[in-house]
């Protein structure tokens, strides 16, 4: 998604790569992956963090990803499985949602 969205801002303007990744990481603070699986449903499949632009690629934290365990009535099982802790957690903090929780 972000390779797309890069490739979007650069047939549109001449700015050098590396600006727009910057500007991309600090626009982008989490990416919800919707995919469909072999059954034909929809299901969130991955939540990852955006951390920042370094050494010229969008650092990604991966939060959440969907693990399959098994199949029932031609439907895939499974759920989100947390895989990292969120890292910048002052937007949060800053609207109120207490993380101590």
């Not at 500007?23 to 982008?28: E, P």
């Not at 690629?57 to 969120?86: A, D, H, M, P, Y």
């Amino acid at each position: 998604m972000l390779n797309r969205l890069e490739a979007l801002v650069l047939f549109g303007s001449d700015i050098p790569l590396l600006a727009v990744r910057k500007q991309i990481a600090s626009a982008i603070d989490i990416i919800v992956h919707l995919g469909r699986l072999r059954d034909k449903s929809r299901r969130v499949l991955e939540i990852t963090e955006v951390l920042d632009c370094k050494e010229d690629e969008i650092q990604l934290n991966q939060l959440f990803s969907f693990i399959e365990t098994g199949e029932e009535n031609g439907r895939v099982i499974g759920s989100l499985c947390k895989i990292n802790e969120l890292i910048n957690k002052n937007k949060l903090v800053r609207a109120g949602i207490n993380l101590s929780e």
